[in-house]
């Protein structure tokens, strides 16, 4: 990596860098810095990092990379810290203008982490193949099989990844259009549908129209709709996440709504976030700022209709996973709490530190799978301790992981998004 430094439009402000004090308190929130114990993965750590290599005192070698790479970008240092450093910010601008280097001079993981998520996320037919391979692997019988004769030999990496992968047994959500139309709807809202938690977890999608509808929503879902970009941004290719936000913002212009509804927490930090992502874009600066402005994180919005009539009796006793770009990117903790308070018959019994990182990040499991375990095994103690029988998040990554979880820690527990426990709620409600 001879030659690699800071390039592009997107290198780490100095004044962002500046606000950081050197305090500490974003310690105690660091799921890597607990896990290790190394000042060099913490916020604090990352920022010295990033700033010696923006100044020119450090050099980007791979050892230094591997310090932002372990990064989760769960952002919970940016709740913590007395000086509103942005840190999440700082971080992809880090990751972009590393990637802004020539092919040849970028890190060759990262370089192949953009190119998978650039031609298999991003292209909804290429991704759709891929998971249909998937399911044909589970529906075969071919998985049984393998997890009884072929994993025990297999590298521990790829037991992992097996052992990890979400049933795929329900058919995907991929409708578009009107999904819902009901008599008198006040207000007309659009659905992103994303990319893959339709495909992995469909009933997430249901139970969202379900509930809008309820709130008395008519809902459309763009079919020119693409994936958020979020992942994409994430791994510093920025250059693709922008492209993706554009199309975004023309296909839900186009719908004509009030707001932009979102059920992935990751997804909506991302989308907030469109006009800073194209900031440097004159056609479409404006545009993403008015844009963002729409969009709403599911929970968010229907706390503030009118949802809580008319529910059913709902047996649960559930805990909440505070998902980490609900809570500490958008801020957002009091709505998932109202919802599930007003169910009849759930009962919440709060996790220990529920808004600190499960381990999911997005493709972080898969591409630093053993500090992914590590961050995930006191969660899954905190989870254990509730004696809930049902785990609560807002966020799919989170749904994959805990899932993973409670199969690799033997919690016996499922898995739902809040909005699913509000769904059932309202299909209880409707029965005679």
């Known amino acids: ?59 980007p070698t791979s050892r230094t990379l591997e310090h932002l790479d372990l990064c989760l970008q ?100 991929r409708k578009t259009g009107t999904l819902a139309s009901p008599a008198g709807a006040g207000t007309r809202v659009a659905m992103l549908l994303g990319c893959l938690h339709g495909e992995m977890y469909p009933n997430m999608h249901t ?77 479409w600066a404006a545009r993403a700022e008015a844009f963002s402005t729409k969009v709403k994180d599911v929970l968010e919005f229907v706390a503030e209709q009118d949802f809580a009539h008319d529910l059913g009796p709902v047996d649960r006793t559930v805990t909440l996973q505070d998902a980490c770009h609900l809570a500490h990117a958008q801020r957002i903790r009091k709505a998932p709490r109202e919802i599930l308070g007003a169910i009849p018959g759930v009962t919440l019994n709060e996790m220990a530190n529920s808004d600190r990182c499960c381990g999911s990040a997005g493709l972080y499991s898969v591409v630093q799978p053993e500090m992914s375990g590590r961050v995930l095994e006191p969660k899954m103690a905190a989870i254990a301790a509730t004696s809930a029988t049902t785990v609560c998040t807002s966020n799919p990554g989170c749904t994959l992981q805990i899932e993973n979880g409670t199969r690799r820690f033997q919690v016996d527990a499922d898995v739902r998004h809040v909005i699913e426990v509000l769904a059932e709620s309202i299909e209880a409600g409707r029965r005679p």
Not at 16 to 43: K, M, R, V, W
Not at 239 to 256: D, K, P, Q, S, V
Request: hydrophobic content about 40%.
């Open 207 to 283: 139970a969202t129209v379900t509930a809008l509808e309820h709130a008395g929503c008519e809902v459309v879902a763009p079919p020119a709709q693409v994936c958020c970009g979020a992942l994409h941004a994430h791994a510093g290719d920025a250059g693709t996440a922008r492209a993706l936000a554009r199309r975004n913002i023309h296909a839900f212009e186009a719908a004509g709504v009030d707001a932009v509804i979102v059920n992935a927490a990751g997804c909506g930090a991302a989308m907030k976030e469109y006009g800073r992502l194209l900031r440097h874009d004159a056609n």
């Open 74 to 173: 769960c952002r919970a240092c940016e709740t913590a810290c007395p000086s509103a450093v942005p840190y999440g910010r700082i971080m992809e601008d880090a990751r972009a203008s590393i990637m802004a280097n020539e092919p040849d001079e970028q890190p060759r993981e990262w370089r192949l982490r953009a190119f998978a998520l650039r031609n298999v996320l991003a292209r909804p037919r290429v991704l759709r193949l891929a998971l249909g391979g998937a399911r044909l692997y589970q529906r075969s019988g071919l998985q049984s099989l393998v997890r009884r004769w072929v994993a025990p030999v297999l590298p521990a990496s790829l037991r992992r990844i097996e052992a990890s992968a979400p049933s795929l047994t329900a058919a995907p959500f």
């Open 1 to 59: 990596m001879t030659g690699l430094k800071f390039v592009g439009t997107d290198i780490p402000s100095a004044e962002d860098l500046a606000n950081c004090i050197h305090c500490g308190f974003c310690l105690p929130s660091c799921p890597t810095y607990l896990a290790t114990g190394q000042e060099l993965e913490s916020p604090r750590g990352r920022l010295h990092l990033i700033n010696g290599v923006r100044e020119g005192r450090i050099e």
